[in-house]
């Protein structure tokens, strides 16, 4: 069993920065590939990026390359979202999301274990 807690969201204006973070209970943090989420009011959930289990490969929606960064510290269980050059299209709720299986998951299926997430808004 893994526990996901995300934080670091909030109020930014647009063109601002944001960190979140995502802190994982239990020893085995290095054995999930992790991914970031995000579902807007009225919208379904959507990917926004994700990383392997030692931080080798990443993938990004397009709507987040350039401006995201996803990284891990595995030896503090921890996975990580830079956003930089926010715009109020980011307003969302971000979730953090293991994946036992290790790989660089776009879909939502196959993520084994999920965070309550966090509110991320981008104020025009």
């Known amino acids: 069993q893994v526990q996901l807690v995300e934080s670091g969201g909030g109020l930014v204006q647009a063109g601002g920065s944001l960190r979140l973070s995502c802190a994982a209970s239990?020893?085995?943090?290095?054995?999930?590939?992790m991914g970031w989420f995000r579902q807007a009011p009225g919208k379904e959930r959507e990917f926004v990026s994700a990383?392997?289990?030692?931080?080798?490969?990443?993938r990004y929606a397009d709507s987040a390359k350039g401006r995201f960064t996803i990284s891990r510290d595995n030896a503090k269980n921890t996975v990580y979202l830079q956003m930089n050059s926010l715009k109020p299209e980011d307003t969302a709720v971000y979730y953090c999301?293991?994946?036992?299986?290790?790989?660089?998951?776009?879909?939502?299926?196959?993520?084994?274990?999920w965070g309550q997430g966090t509110q991320v808004t981008v104020s025009s």
């Open positions: 990383i392997t289990r030692w931080g080798g490969s990443t």
């Open positions: 239990g020893r085995t943090f290095s054995t999930y590939s």
């Open positions: 999301a293991a994946d036992r299986s290790g790989q660089l998951t776009t879909t939502q299926d196959p993520y084994d274990y």
